[in-house]
Structures are given as structure tokens and as C-alpha cells.
């Protein structure tokens, strides 16, 4: 191999290899897995499967770890040179584009990849805890690594295209949108064929294929007991097939879009809406960036990086057609449509949606003024730094209303929904219970956005993976130790009756998460004085 080609990707593998959030980033799985090997080998009498029931919550939060990590570790590869302003000091270097790509993207896939090998010894205890075999565990890892290798270059692809890392990681986003709507889509079309279309059109056999190359079907199979399969199935083959395919489109469109810097702040948001505009003839008036409201931070936030009003019409047709869905579903509940499940499957993941939403809004309301070094012009406005993050947080709080309504409103719709009854062991009902939940739910949202927006002071890049990682370790915890002490509590005065921690419980983590977020907003508060004399 050439030296030249690989000096960049040599020397960014050493970086990623050697740097703290490396080591810390390996303290913090072993840890993981420690606690969650913990959790199902104490009580192992009690479970059929233990070691089948702890490698899915394994492989179940590594995928939603490496989905989170490709929204921001792999989306940034190029993005972040753009944002910066540097990618024109890599291009005088005389480095080529193949190692660029090599050197800023592929290196991150080989970090992610030995992460993942890192896990490999310590999950084979589940073969010990019974349940699972070894063929399983080596199929799982494999459909997990071609998903990162598939995600990484998609991701690649998105940061060569975009001018920002948002702008990548809402690609890949609605790539993966999709891929995984485009199922319950010809379903739907195959329930409404008429005029023509025949019941037993090929549209079911077309869906089947396309969740049969997602991993989430590849590990339902796998996972599944008495699977004798092969370690690689075909959606290993066309994950990598797909992967290769993006990196190599994203080396061939380099010379297009990475021939030019960002021009300034606002270029890259201007640039879409007209791009939108012009793509429908007309150019909209009521689109141009209006005159600055009386508070002026909170409009520019608003327009400048939550994408203005285009942004808020495209976040109030997609969160509002899924509600209106959903209800039309709980309307006419017992039909067709609603069995497709257009309903009853939104209904966990609109609040996900809007959590993912909430949470890179969260990473960036600070980061990209640190980042931009505009932070210590901002506090020399004529206002206290508290007063900065609270207009700040008012312009993103203006951006994610419509999720935030429309996630309410599906959880009042499933509500509606569920009959009411009692729970199974105890005179509570289920309303009840679910009420509890949601409360509990929109809390603990309070907590890993304020966990997020911290850490963003702290770390250049990855606040949201883990933010979400150490929100989930923290719970845990937390819900731990609340069940033991509710537990012997309630064997001591109620005679084991469990009203107690079922109203105990969230009440303990509620309150852990308020008081915890409440000390991470007075220290970020003292961070953001400091970064601002830095500057």
C-alpha cells in the first residue's frame, strides 16, 4: 500500500486509539455490561433463558448505541472539516480524497468495530448462563458489524454532501426513515388494492425483502430459540454490498461538494430554503427570514438552526400526519387499517422520534457557539449568562413544539384506546399506571437533554451517544436501588403489597433526575462564564 494514501488514517487511528474519551468510553461498557450481567445472572433461578434474555439487552442497546453514533460520531467525519473551516487546509497537504475519506471516516469504522470486539469475550457468558449458543452470538456480532459498516459510510456519505454535520445526520436519518417506513407502506397498499391491483400482488413479497436486509429482522431470526443458521446471512452481504456502495459514491462526488468552504454562519440554512423554493417555481414570500423578534437570540436560534419556519412546517406535517394516522386508527379501530398496525406501532415510536429530535437539539444549542467561538460575544450582551441559556432554550423549546404536542397527543390517544382495567396482583388501574409512565417518561426527557446539553460543554463531539448511555446506566441504578429499598419496605409495613413501588418508584427516579439535572444547570451555568472568559 501506498504511505501516503494511509498516513492520514494511520495517524487519526492512533488518535481515536490513544484519546481519553477512548479509555473512558471503554470503562463506561465494561461497566455496562458488569451491571447488566449482574441484573440477569443474580436472579438467573427465576428466568427460563438467562443468558438469551442478556445478550438481546446487549445487542438491543448496542443497536441504538451505533444508530446514535452515526447521528453524530461518523455523520461529522467531513462535516465537521467544512464547519471548521479546515478541509481546504487538508486539501493544500496534497492528500488525495481516497485518503481523506480513509483517514477522517474509515478510521472511526475501525474504532467502532474493535469497540465491538471488545464486548465479544465478555458476552460469551451468556453461553454459560444458558439460553443461547455460541453460533448465535458470532451470527449477532456479524449482523451488528455490517450494520456499523453500513451506517458508518452511509453516514460518510451524508457528511460529504451536507454542508454541516446536522445537515448529515438528517440524511441519514431520512434514509433509514425509508428503508424502515417503506414496510409498513406497501403493506398499507397492498390492504387498499383495488382497481386493478391484485390482492396478491407481489408488494408483500417486496416488503418482506426489504426488512429481511435490516438488522433489527436479521437478530429477530438469529435470537430466536433452536436458530441453526450460518454466522452471515444475507443481510450481512447486502449491508456491506451497500456500504461499499455509498463510500464509493461518496469518493467519487468529493471533488463537487468539498471544492468549497462554508461561507459564513446562516450560508448553509439560507442555501436549503432556496433550494426548496426554487425546486417548486415560486418563490414563497412568507419563507424569507422575517425582521428579529423583540427577542432576538431566541430568533436566531430559531431560524439558524433549527431551520425556521421551513423547519417547523416539516416537523408539524410528519409529527401531525402520524397523529392524525394514529387517530384515524383509534377511530376506526377493529378495521384493516388499524391492524397493519399504522396505529399501535407509532405509538412508541413518535416519543422516540421526538426524543432523538429534542436531543440533537440539545448537543448543538451550545456546542455550535463554542465551536463557531461567538459564545463571549454573546455575553457581552447587556444580560447574565443565565439569561443566555434561557433564551436559548426558549428558541428550541419555539422548534420542538409541534413534537412535543403531537408525542403528548399520541400518548392521550392510546390512553383513549386501552380499556381500563385492573393490573394483574394489585386493586391499581391501568390508567392509572400508564399515567404514571407518561409522567415518569416526559421527566426523565427533562434529564437526558440537560445531561446532553452538559456534556456538550465538555466534549467536541459524541454528547448525544452519550448522553443517552449514561441516562440509561443512571436509571438503572437508580430503579435498583429504589426497588430494594421499596421492596423490604413494603414486606416490612404493607405485607409485600406492591402499591408502594409502583407509585414509589417513579417518584424516586423522577426526583433523582430533577435534583441531578437542577446541579448540572447551575454547574453548566458556571462552565458557559468560564468558556466565555476563555474565548
Known sequence: MNPALLALFIRSLREDARGQATYWARAGLGCFLLLVMAIFALPARGISAPGLVFFSVVIGFQIAAISLMGLSYFSSAIAEEKEEQTLGLLRMTGLSPLSILLGKSTSRLCGALLMLAAQFPFTIIAVTLGGISLGQVVAAYCAVGAFIFLLCNLALLGSVLARGTAGAAVFCLIVIGLVLGVVPLLNGLEWLAVNGFNRHLSLDRVANAIWSVTPIARLTEVLETGYHGGAVG???????????????????????????????????????????????????RGLRVPRPWRDALAWK???????????????????????????????????????????????????????????????????????????????????????????????????????????????????????????????????????????????????????????????????????????????????????????????????????????????????????????????????????????
Not at 436549503?272 to 425546486?279: E, F, H, K, T
Not at 412535543?404 to 391501568?430: E, H, K, P, V, Y
Open 234 to 284: 444475507w443481510q450481512v452481504m447486502v449491508n456491506v454490498a451497500f456500504g461499499v456502495g455509498c463510500f464509493l459514491l461518496a469518493w467519487a462526488v468529493f471533488q463537487r461538494f468539498c471544492e468549497r468552504e462554508i461561507e459564513g454562519p446562516g450560508t448553509a440554512t439560507r442555501a436549503v430554503a432556496s433550494v426548496m423554493v426554487n425546486s417548486m417555481g415560486v418563490r414563497l
Open 301 to 535: 436560534d430559531f431560524y439558524f438552526l433549527w431551520g425556521g419556519r421551513m423547519g417547523f412546517i416539516i416537523r408539524t406535517l410528519l409529527y401531525g400526519g402520524v397523529l392524525a394516522c394514529d387517530g384515524w386508527a383509534v377511530a376506526t379501530k377493529g378495521t384493516a387499517f388499524a391492524t397493519y398496525g399504522f396505529g399501535v406501532q407509532s405509538i412508541p415510536l413518535m416519543p422516540m422520534a421526538f426524543s432523538i429530535d429534542l436531543s440533537v437539539m440539545a448537543a448543538r444549542v451550545f456546542r455550535t457557539e463554542l465551536r463557531d467561538q461567538t459564545f463571549s460575544t454573546l455575553a457581552m450582551l447587556p444580560c447574565d449568562i443565565r439569561d443566555i441559556v434561557h433564551r436559548k432554550v426558549w428558541g428550541c423549546f419555539l422548534a420542538a413544539a409541534p413534537g412535543a404536542f403531537c408525542s403528548l397527543g399520541i400518548q392521550i390517544l392510546f390512553l383513549a384506546f386501552m380499556r381500563d382495567s385492573t393490573a394483574a396482583g394489585t386493586n391499581m388501574s391501568i390508567h392509572t399506571i400508564w399515567g404514571i409512565q407518561v409522567v415518569t417518561g416526559w421527566l426523565g426527557k427533562v434529564f437526558v437533554i440537560v445531561l446532553i446539553a452538559w456534556l456538550s460543554l465538555y466534549m467536541k463531539r459524541g454528547a448525544l451517544p452519550a448522553g443517552w448511555f449514561l441516562s440509561f446506566v443512571a436509571s438503572t441504578l437508580v430503579s435498583i436501588i429504589g426497588m430494594l429499598i421499596l421492596t423490604a419496605t413494603s414486606f416490612a409495613f404493607l405485607r409485600g403489597s406492591p402499591v408502594l413501588i409502583v407509585y414509589g418508584l417513579p417518584a424516586i427516579t423522577a426526583g433523582v433526575g430533577l435534583l441531578v439535572s437542577w446541579i448540572l444547570y447551575l454547574q453548566g451555568i458556571q462552565r458557559l462564564q468560564s468558556l466565555a472568559g476563555e474565548e
